[in-house]
Every structure is written in structure tokens, then in C-alpha cells.
């Protein structure tokens, strides 16, 4: 029973009810009759005369079938359901699963799985509050909304018109499904209610609502503490198809620049061959597509795994000089449309500038084979006497390079430096390591991706201690080996060796290292990054340092304000897949725009078939059946108001009409 | 039911000729004012012989038996049952409820028939009309050429107003008829005052009969158009009482009407009161010549 349902029935009865009465009394015209005595009638009336409008009321049963009638008619309005003698928790935390996957339109009438889930929870929270009479204690309710992280819609509280409106408040993501946040976050607020005289007691065993399709990442690291259970009631099909975009780029060629070469990757995750276009456009225009249809082979069992078939196309080369998004788009679309599209965001054809400020025999070999657009040698005193000059000279090139002693100013400009520490707020050098090795490092940090580092030996290293606007990317058994921060205006990776105090040189590592680190460096100047974001990453770019009105514009959505800090634009995270348009100002108020694509690559997230199991603390959870009890009893109310209006009529015609026919119907 | 207009429509001729034969039974020797054809204890100058006692001075040597004096030579005198006339008096409810359902011509018509009684008899019969709480009195009729003036005069009564039957009994028993026998003549339907009421009439020496005459719709009321939403009026005191008819309603009053009946029959009873009830639907002649006969109030 909905709340306008409710409401509906209740002022319909209201609405009927008095007038029925009042017509009743108004029109009941009692015959005068003179009697010997009303002796023998009236010591039965004194007996009911304490109400009057009662005693009527019992005289009449035609007027009270037209009541009850009545009454039935507006409970049937109000839609009640009959759910059983469910057990009824006292605390419950919903937890609305709005992660990528539930975007999924295979519910009834083409509705999203989000939508499902909505109308579940609502229902279940109605059927919590509803019962009238025979309710017991309102049971509180959490609303907990999850995909990578998990954000509470509504504190544990009674009130349904709160929990309605925060149920439908909820926006579906592309992220993936993480359980563990929304679980840590439903405890972390178990002890709390937002109804300021709750009569529920906050130690209360909490149970577990979870509204999700079954397709989570970290279902297997989840457990339930003893206190706890969960319900799961299943969203979706088990046998919804879905084939898209598994991965997809654009690289320049090296010839020309001009020339892009475009690639993708088609995955079916349905148990049924399918067949898929890709086509490439910017702007709307069309620049290279599949000649055929592909033809994508069915998921495959290998062992427990499934393996979704796969094909992948290189696209005939075309021509973009300019910076460009590139959207690769897989036809026809399925129920699952957040991977039929995918975003490359592609660099203009400016080639990189470096400067090198020192020097180191391997590095300069390195670089030399890197083959940057433009490459320049400075000494270091050279470099102090420009910036005594110029203190922006470093923001001249996408990277510096320096090997050594740095530079006294590194406040500005993208630096990549090896050797001793400079003066930059936030390190704190403290002499010479000595010999030390890599202890541990973050692979996920993009200048040391694939960069195995186990066999690194520096053999001089500077020691350093550092502070909150520095991180170590790579530590040392004694000290932080790389590290990364903000320099104030600019930006800096320092590693705390030469190269040639290193065995680093003669380690594959150290080109990738090297030229992953060129490509961040310069992704932070002008020169935009043709990476793509997963969701629910932050958007991060290097802005110039002049950049007025800077805003950013996510799919779908309108501008909003960037927050920027140290010379770096941040925005986030970013929940939806697409692109999102950055826009800016500069210092000669020419309008800039950059492009970061957000792509949903996740297979997890892709692979839509709603799960038959949980696999939860070692035990299989299967989904919820209370759905199906659910029985509509306003058809049946309404049957019983026909019949009740029938039996009226008889009794009128055999009973009021023949009894007295010389009478008129006093109703 | 319309108003008798006519003498013949209270008493036809039929009617005069059987009650010529019938008397009416008192169950107590009474003592009337003046000779009459009824036996009274009295011992004195009748003609039916009652006893012997011996003579003593001053009484009447006409009564003595010389026939005993000569054979046993002491006085003795005979006594004689003395006979005095009987005192009836027919008392009507003429409050407004009698007019409900034919009750006050049923009244009339008995009143008629028994005051006739009365007369052929040489009874010393008064009429009476109890009315709100005083009576209207016809007294000093005897003899059958006052059957004419008792008509007449039960046909000017109407029954209209209340009635407090208390006061009104204690008004009409107290007049000077003397002691004898009353017939009170009503529905009985009164709220209060009805055990006072009779008891003032035994208390004076009265041998009353009360003939209860009830109306069909007082006994029936669903079978005589009661049915439906009402108001009811109080023919006696026009209070209104609001009802709708129903089936436990009609139970409830069948009961509780009843019970009333019950509580005069018991009343009747401690009082040696006779109680006849009737319905307005009666046969009078069979009334008259049987029902009253056998219950032993005529002969």
C-alpha cells in the first residue's frame, strides 16, 4: 500500500461516508404514529437513549452495509498486500546496489535494473511500515547506495516519506560493484538513528537488505559478523546477453603524425554467438568503421571460468591533426549500454619538448632514443641565469630533465630529476643512504607501470625524510627511492640516485620508467593525455597557471566548477562513463578546451547475467522469494464490496419492500 | 371506528334481550342503602329464613317463633336474611388512549350491557368516566327506565386527555354509593399509579373487577402498520419516541407488554381483584352471556 494510495482511500471514505450519513438522517422521514402508550417502547429506547446516533445507526443495517461498503471500497483503493507473517527486523539497512551493471534494461517494460530495485525497496519499506492496528513497533531503515564506494541516502530512521524520497534519490553509476565499503559504512552508523525519540534499541541485530544483481567484485572477501544477516533479493535476469567494447585506443603514427591509427576490442559475454559494427567518429563524423559485421564467438566454460568471446579490429588509418575525442560505438545496442560506446581522448600532433640540465651517459642516451620533438642541454649555471631572468623559463618545455645538483628554483615547470635532493618545501634530505634497494612499489602509479624494480641496486642514494604533499612511489629499505609531488606551480618526480650510481641503467625498467614518466609530465602541461579514466576515478589535470572560469562538463550534465590546487584541476569522482569537456580560460582569455575520457572497461560490470548465488562468509545466500508471497488483496476487497452490494439489494427487495409496501424507503 | 351516535349501536335489541336474564355476582354479602333484590348478611326483615337466636328484651315479638314456645316454652326469634339492593358501579377509562384501536366503544358497549345488568336487576348503578384525576359520575340510577338516560349519557362521554388513575380511583370510590361492586374498565397501560388506583378501590370496600380492554395494535403493533422508521406519540401525554421498527424491537415489546399484563394479573390477585383481559376484537354477546359468566361475574 503506497502512501497516495493510502491517502487516495482515506479521503474517499471521508469524502462519501459523511454525506452518506447526513443524506441518511436527512432524508429518513419517520411516520407519525399515535400510540395507546409508548410506555412498552419507550422503556426499550431509554434503554439505548445514551446514543442516539448509535441506536440509528444499529436500526438501519442498510445503512450499515452502504458503510461497509464503502469502507471496503476505500481499503481497496488503497491497494493493501498481504506479505505473510514475514519476520520483522527492528534496525534494517538497505543497501541499493547502483553500480554499472545495474543499468541493465531488462526489467518489465524495459526498466533499468536501478528502477527495479527502487520499486523493491520502496514496496519493502511500505510493507515495514504499514499493518495499521495490528503493526508492531515501526521498524528504523538505513538507505545505503554502493558501486566502488558506498554514501548513505538515508540515516537509519522510521519515517517512510524520508526513505521513499532517499530510495529514489539514488543515481545509477558505470563503477564497479565493491560489497565491503557499504557494509563497513552500514556499521559504522549502527549505533546512530536520525529520529530524535527512537523506540527501537540501537543494539538491535541488524539485518541486511541487499537490492543488487549479484555482480560483485568483492563478494568473496566479504563476511558477516555474528549480529548481522543479509537478504538478498535478486534484480534481474540470469540470461541477459550483452556483447561491447573491451578496450579501445588511437595512437599517432610514427611516420606522420597526422595519421592516427584507431584499434578496439569486441567482447560478447552472452551464451549465444552475437554480431557487432564498431565505427569511429569525432564530432559526428564518421572516420573509419568495421567492413563487416564482427563476428563475436559465445562465453566459454574453461573450468570455473568464463571466458567471454572476443574479437578485435584495427581500423584503416585516418587523418586528425588537431587534438580530438574519438568515440568508438558498437551497433546494435543491447540492454547493457554502458559499454556500446567508448571515449579516446586524442593529443594534438605537437611533439614533446624536453630540456636536460646535466648530465648522466645512460640518460642521455635514453632520451636521445626517445626521439622528443625538440631536446636541449643546459648546464646548471645556465639554467640558474635564465630563471634569474625568466622564473617561467621551465614552463617553456613539457618536461626538464635534470641529473645531479637541481637547480636552486624548481617551483615551476614539470621536472624530472635524479640525484640530490633539491630545496623544495615538504623534503627533508638528511645525507647519503648508501647502498639500498626497492622495498615496495605502487605499480598502479603511472610512470612505474610494468616496471619491475626487484633487481634495482642504488648504490648512492640520498636519504630524505618527506611531508603530506610528497608520496613515495617507490621506497627503499632506508629511504624513498622515487617520489612525487607538487613543487608549488609545478610538478615533480624525483628519484634519489644518479642513474649511474644504479645498476638501473641495464634494467628494462628503466626506459619504461623513464619514458611512462616523460608522458605524465608532459600529460600535465598542454599537451593532453590520451588516457582513459575508469569510473569512479577523480579527474585530474594540469592547468595552466592562468586559467579563469574553469569548469567541467560531464556527460549528460551541465558546467561545473573545478576545484584547483597547486597549478592541478581536480573533479570527482567521476561516476558516469563518457567524456568530459574541461574548459578554461587563459592568460590571453582565448577559450581552451581538453577532453578526459571515462571508459567502463570493467568485466565484472560488463558481464550482466544476474547471479544465482552469493558466494557469502563460505555459504551460498540465495536470492529472497518474499517477492513472490506478495498477494494483491484490493481484486478481493472489491469482490466482496460487489457481493456486499448485492446482499443489500436482496434484503431491501425481500425485506424492507415487502414488509411494508404501503411505506416509502426510508434511505 | 366512528362514535356511537345511537343508542342501538351501544346495546341492540338482541343484545337487551339476553342480558334481561343476568345478574351480576358479587363475591361479598354487601350492605346497600336501600331494599334490593340481593341477600344481604344482615339478618332482619327479608323473606328468606337464616337462623334462630333467643330472644332477648326489646326485640320484635313478630319475628318470635310461638310454634318453638309451644313446645319447648322459650322465646325464640326468627331470622331472616335481609335484602338489600347492590351497589355497581361501572367505571371507564376515558383518557385518550381508549380512543386508540376501538377501545372506548368496546368500553362503552360493556358499560352499557353491565350498568343494564345492573338496572333490570334493581341495582343502584353509577356510571363513571375516570378522567385525567377526578371522574364524571351518572349515580342513582335503578330500576330499567334509567337504561335510556345511561345510554344517553354514555354516549355524550368521549374519550380525550390523560388520566392519573390513581387519583381519579380514589375519586370515584369514595362517593356515597356505598360499598359493592365496582367494574373498572381500561387499558391498564398506565406508567404509574395503577396499584394505588386499584388498591383505593378494595380499600373502600369495593368488590372490583378490572376488565382489561387492549387494542390489536397494542398487542400486534407489526400486523397493524407499525412498521418502518416512526415516531410514536403518546396519545395521553403526546411525548414522542422516536423508533425503527425491527424484528427484536417487536420481541422486546411483546415482552415487556407482557410483563405489564403479568404485573396487573398479580396485582388483581393480592388484591382479590378480578381480571379479565380483552382485545377490542371480541365477540361482546359472547362475552357477555359466556366469558363473564364462567369467570363467575354474571349469572
Redesign the interface.
Known sequence: MTLPAALAGSLLFLAVIVPLVALYFLRLRRTQRVVSSSMPWRQQIEDLRANTFFQRLRASHLLLLQALLLLLLAIAVMQPMMRGWAFQPQRMVLLMDCSASMSTLDGEGGISRLAQAKRAAIARVEAMQGGGLFANSVPEVMVISFAQTAQVCAPFTSRSALLRSAIESIDITDERTLLQPALELSRAHKLTSADESTAVPLNTPLVIELFSDGKIADIAKVSLRTDESMVWTRIGEVDTANAGIAAAGCERANEDAAQVLAFAAIRNFGKAPASRMVTVRSAQNLLAASAAPLQLPSLTLRGVDQIPGERRIVFPEFSIAGRALMQFESSPHDAFRGDDQAFVALRATQSLRLAVVGSDPSLDSLLDALSPGSLQHFDRDTVEQLQTHDPLWADAFDAVVSVGKPPTRMTHGRWLHFGEIPQLPGLNPFGEAGRDFAQSVRGEYPALRQCNLNELIALRANRLAIQSNWQAVVEGAKSPLVIAGSTGAGFALLVTFVPGDSNWPFHRSFVNFTAQALDLLASMSDVASDESLEPGAMIRLRVPEIANNLTITPPGETAQPMQRRDGEASWGPARRAGAYRINWRDAKDQAAERWVAVNLMDEGECDIAAATQLPLSGESLQPSARDAAALDLWPWITVLAILLLLAEWWLYHHFIIAASPDETDST | MSEPARVDQLLDAAMVAALDRLDVISRRQLRGTRDGERRSRRRGQGMEFADFRPYSPGDDLRFVDWNIYGRMERLFLRIFLEEEDLSLMVAVDASA??A??G?FLIAQRLAMALGYIGLVNQHRVTLAMLKEDSCERLAGLRGRRKAAAAAAWLLQRQAQGGLRFESASRAASQGRQGRGLAIVIS?F???EGMERGLQSWVGRGWDVIALQVL?M??IA?STH????????????DA??????I?DA?LR??RD??QA?NATLRGLCTRRGIRHIAIDTEVDLARLLLETLRHGGILR
Open positions: 388512549s381508549m386508540i384501536g377501545k387499558d397501560l398506565m406508567r387494542a395494535e397494542d403493533p402498520g407499525i412498521t418502518g422508521d416512526l415516531r410514536l406519540i403518546d396519545a395521553e411525548s414522542e419516541t422516536e423508533v425503527t425491527s424491537l422486546d415489546h415487556r407488554l405489564h
